[in-house]
Each structure stands twice: as C-alpha cells, then as structure tokens.
C-alpha cells in the first residue's frame, strides 16, 4: 500500500515540477528565506564551517532525506563551485509528522543543514555554488529550485558571530554515536508480520521518552512506534512494511534517538 501511495505522490510531484521550473527561484509562497551561512569570515586552507539556512513561513515544512510515505527529499549540487575539494552535508534529526496512513519526515519552520567545506588551495577564495531543488508542504505542496553562491576570501580564520552560533546548534541536533553503544535492545519480533521491537533501558523518573526514527534502505517502511513504559525501560515496536521478506535479511538499519537536548543514531545489521 505504501508503495502504491508513494509511486503516485512521485508522478504528481513530477508533474507539478514541471509546470513550476520557470517560477521556482523567485522569493514566493511559504519561504522565509533561504541562504549559505559560513562561521568564518575567512579561510586557511583548513576545513571550515558553512551550513544552508531555510526559513519557511508558518505552517510549512520541508524534508529529510528520507521522506517518508510522500514529501520531496532535497537534492544539493555543488558542481559549479571553486577551489573546493569537498562539500559533506550532515542531516540535523528531523520531526515526525503522522497523519492518517500517511507518516513523513522533515522540518517545519526552519532547518540548518551543517557543511563541512574543504578548500582545495589555501592561497585562492572560495566559492560555494548550490543548485538545490527541494519540496515544502503545508496545505499543498510546492517543488522549488534556488542557485545560491557565497564567496570565502583566503586570509586568516575569524569568527563570524550569528552565523557561527547558529551553524553549531544545527551540529548539535546531527545525530552522533552514544558512547553507550549496547543502550538499545533491537530484535525482530516473533510473529508473521515483520515487526521491530526496540528497548531503551534507564528511562526512569522525570525521564521523557526520545522520539524513535528508523532509518532504512528504500523500498522498506517503517510505522509510527507504539511506545510502553515498562519501570525504567521504554518499549518501542516498529512495523515494517517491505516488498520482500528477502529485503530484509542482512540489511543495516539506523536507529536515531532524537530529545530535547539529545541525538544519538545507532547503526545495525539485522
């Protein structure tokens, strides 16, 4: 079923894109702003700090890069950009949205996606240059392009103040490895529909539930967790929907905990 809901989000997607390609770069309906940041006012050839800054108007949202029963995962190209070894995107922990068979993944209002930008000479500036197509929903959903270009002279490295600080909180939501690696419990569960369960020990008093996200190949879906207390240990089941049992032999899942000051993701093989 998720399947079928997805192929024909997809085709009337790429429809509505088509129709909107001339208009998408222009300023318009349900964006704020959108802009590249960078922590610094210059580079020394070092790896530095940069980040993209989206600011939606209310109610609207946009997409993580899994996105779900339907939305529109961004695409970054950074092709066009000078003296530039590499770009590496890190995803800040989205939000679950649920609504009636219908579960996707985003950010509503704004979102920083962090950069960690390599220049290739230490001598010459930087230029990043972003073509970005991306969706965002509310009561419709758009398709939208933007070209962004942002130019880091050589020199030596100085802080760049409100970019910088909000650059590091987006870090600070990017899920990273627990140094408890054995926090979780993941099995599958014993019966004829596939079913994860998860266990998530020393969740006692005062203690609020993380938001659990599995994270998995395409083609494989994962339900809206049912969430028990049990003393300290909260029980999380997932559903899994999957074209072929196959799929899911041997296949590596991440496991993200996502709380108000906490994200952790971790990784297994099934």
Known sequence: MRAARRFGFLLVTALAWLAAVPLAAAPGMGVRGLDLLTAQR?????????????????????????????????????????????????????????????????????????????????????????????????????????????????????????????????????PVPPADADMLDIRWREAS?????????????????????VDGPKNIWFGTPRVKREGDVVRYVVEVEVLSPAMLEGVELGFILSGPDTAYVIRKTM
């Open 42 to 174: 210059a580079h020394d050839g070092a790896p530095f700090l940069a980040g993209i800054d989206l600011r939606l108007a209310e109610g609207w949202k946009t997409y993580w890069k899994r996105p779900g029963d339907s939305g529109i995962p961004p695409v970054f190209d950074w092709s066009a950009s000078e003296n530039v070894a590499s770009v590496d995107l890190s995803w800040p922990v989205p939000e679950r949205f649920d609504a009636p068979g219908d579960i996707t993944y985003g950010y509503e209002g704004e979102v920083v996606w962090p950069l960690r930008v390599v220049p290739e000479d230490a001598s010459r500036p930087v230029t990043l240059r972003l073509s970005m197509f991306y969706g965002i929903c509310s009561d419709i959903c758009v398709p939208r392009e933007a070209n962004l270009e942002l130019t880091v002279p050589s020199g030596a490295e100085t802080d760049d103040g409100q970019g910088a600080s909000r650059l590091r909180a987006a870090l600070a939501r990017v």
């Open 193 to 213: 529909a596939p079913a994860l369960e998860v266990s998530l020990a020393g969740c006692g008093k005062g203690c609020t539930p993380p938001m659990l996200i």
